[in-house]
């Protein structure tokens, strides 16, 4: 919410776009193009910036909130779906559900400094007002991450994200069954089409 300007912003999971919506009127003032499926936003206002977490792009988009213009992306851990902004607001931190990390980014520099590990599958994320801790909900593990309000500063350069020796290799051939027991092959499985149940453990 940007109660400066009257205005509410909504994450367009399927459309890979962010709309802004004009609170005084009820209606909507325009929509901003962000990455694959944002579902997750944080408004600064000591930068006055929004901040969207991209889940299947693995990123942010840093959007300005006077202009309403993309200010660039930042790469974090993979599928974020939880943003909270520091007390201070000189920090983003930024939930990961599929690695299970919370990454830390710097809002001055844009940059990722560090990554901690949390639960299994953690997804909203907020900070205590009142003790600047930062309160992780693991939805995988059924738990709750409380970490410390310590970071002045940027601790250490995030690790490299790890790259499995078979990515990009193609794929060998195989044989699998499918529901009905009967074996088909990869040429077989590579004609068919899927439905992602996204959503079934969130």
Same mark, same amino acid.
């Given at each position: 919410?940007?109660?400066?300007?009257?205005?509410?912003?909504?994450?367009?999971?399927?459309?890979?776009?962010?709309?802004?919506?004009?609170?005084?009127?009820?209606?909507?003032?325009?929509?901003?193009?962000?990455?694959?499926?944002?579902?997750?936003? =944080?408004?600064?206002?000591?930068?006055? /910036?929004?901040?969207?977490?991209?889940?299947?792009?693995?990123?942010?988009?840093?959007?300005?909130?006077?202009?309403?213009?993309?200010?660039?992306?930042?790469?974090?851990?993979?599928?974020?779906?939880?943003?909270?902004?520091?007390?201070?607001?000189?920090?983003?931190?930024?939930?990961?559900?599929?690695?299970?990390?919370?990454?830390?980014?710097?809002? /001055?520099?844009? =940059?990722?400094?560090?990554?901690?590990?949390?639960?299994?599958?953690?997804?909203?994320?907020?900070?205590?007002?009142?003790?600047?801790?930062?309160?992780? =909900?693991?939805?995988?593990?059924?738990?709750?991450?409380?970490?410390?309000?310590?970071?002045?500063?940027?601790?250490?350069?995030?690790?490299?994200?790890?790259?499995? /020796?078979?990515?990009?290799?193609?794929?060998?051939?195989?044989?699998?069954?499918?529901?009905?027991?009967?074996?088909?092959?990869?040429?077989?499985?590579?004609?068919?089409?899927?439905?992602?149940?996204?959503? =079934?453990?969130?």
């Amino acid at each position: 919410m940007d109660v400066e300007r009257s205005r509410a912003f909504s994450a367009d999971f399927l459309a890979g776009t962010v709309t802004v919506v004009d609170t005084a009127l009820n209606d909507v003032a325009g929509e901003i193009q962000v990455g694959a499926a944002p579902c997750a936003l =944080a408004v600064n206002a000591a930068t006055n /910036e929004l901040y969207v977490a991209n889940s299947f792009a693995d990123t942010v988009t840093r959007i300005d909130l006077e202009t309403l213009s993309v200010l660039g992306t930042i790469d974090v851990d993979r599928t974020p779906v939880g943003a909270a902004i520091s007390r201070s607001g000189d920090r983003l931190y930024v939930s990961n559900r599929g690695a299970g990390t919370v990454s830390v980014l710097g809002v /001055e520099d844009g =940059a990722e400094w560090s990554r901690i590990p949390v639960g299994e599958g953690p997804g909203g994320c907020t900070v205590d007002p009142s003790t600047g801790h930062l309160l992780v =909900a693991n939805a995988g593990s059924g738990s709750l991450t409380v970490v410390e309000d310590l970071l002045a500063g940027p601790p250490s350069a995030a690790p490299p994200r790890p790259e499995h /020796e078979l990515v990009g290799a193609k794929l060998p051939p195989f044989r699998l069954p499918d529901l009905h027991g009967t074996e088909r092959t990869s040429t077989e499985w590579a004609e068919r089409k899927y439905i992602l149940n996204f959503f =079934a453990s969130w």
